[in-house]
């Protein structure tokens, strides 16, 4: 048999791809295609922290040794000035600086892809634009959910007690993510328009002026009487007093509805510059 003979005619090719079914591609900008594209995008980015362990021990081993820090230095002259265990606000307080580091992180690392041209090509590829974003966004919330537990559960031996209502732990983890998702957003803002040395030390200041005056660090009597109204208000006060409210006992609708209103304050202000200063930055690198 010839060569000729083996391959089938044109006729016979046509006729076999006329009965293939033809499938159509989905928009770019479809809602379906935005959710897959950004679930993939969520994906590459875990997998790139988890495979940094200098990203791992910033952000999981950091906020855990800190928490002993603070417990063994502290923890017994606060409770004895407070009246109530420390270990309560210590530990609401890590897991909201913890959220806090991470989206440094994560800013810093998104430096690193416009620098490397990495974000720019894949600005150019057929997918959904806005997935780059809502992708880095998700990635966060679920390192700040992962984070929170694993430093709850170092609290754990250090005296923290979760409540026996289910609702309310489930509540106490994400109060966290809700603060961390609105901070992520700022951030994400911030590296678009700052230079990575300059993000850093912005960042640092907010971080260490929020982290000493709050009432997770001390009780907010401890604070000059003209600072306390400040201290009180402040995000990570309402957010630690709402985590505190839900572990140990005392209000939670106020300080929960503070903290929501900070979030929706935070989106509400920085989501625009972080969708625009992310596309510049995609279509400049």
Not at 79 to 90: E, K, L, V
Not at 188 to 200: D, N, P, R, S
Not at 203 to 227: E, K
Not at 263 to 273: D, E, K, N, Q, S
Request: charged residues 10%.
């Amino acid at each position: 048999m010839t060569t000729t003979e083996k391959l089938p005619s044109q006729a016979a090719v046509a006729q076999a791809a006329a009965q293939l079914p033809v499938v159509k591609a989905k928009p770019e900008n479809a809602l379906s295609t935005w959710f897959v594209h950004s679930l993939l995008q969520c994906k590459r980015l875990l997998m790139v922290w988890l495979r940094d362990p200098s990203t791992t021990i910033q952000v999981i081993a950091y906020p855990a040794v800190t928490l002993l820090m603070f417990r063994i230095v502290l923890g017994d002259y606060i409770t004895a000035y407070s009246g109530t265990p420390s270990i309560y606000g210590q530990a609401a307080l890590l897991t909201l600086i913890a959220a806090m580091t991470g989206a440094v992180v994560s800013a810093l690392g998104f430096k690193r892809e416009k620098a490397s041209g990495l974000l720019s090509r894949f600005y150019t590829m057929p997918l959904n634009q806005a997935s780059l974003l809502t992708g880095r966004l998700l990635a966060e919330v679920l390192r700040i959910l992962v984070t929170t537990i694993i430093v709850l559960l170092v609290a754990v031996p250090l005296g923290f007690l979760f409540m026996e209502d289910p609702l309310a732990n489930i509540a106490l983890v994400c109060v966290p993510v809700l603060f961390g998702l609105g901070f992520a957003v700022m951030v994400t803002a911030l590296a678009t328009i700052t230079e990575g040395v300059m993000l850093v030390s912005l960042i640092g200041i907010v971080n260490t002026l929020l982290m000493f005056f709050n009432t997770g660090f001390v009780p907010v009597i401890a604070y000059p009487t003209w600072l306390q109204s400040i201290v009180a208000n402040q995000p990570m006060s309402c957010a630690i007093d709402a985590m505190k409210g839900l572990s140990y006992g005392g209000p939670v609708a106020e300080p929960l509805l503070k903290t929501v209103a900070w979030t929706v304050g935070m989106i509400v202000v920085f989501a625009y510059p972080a969708i625009v200063g992310y596309k510049k930055a995609a279509q400049s690198s």
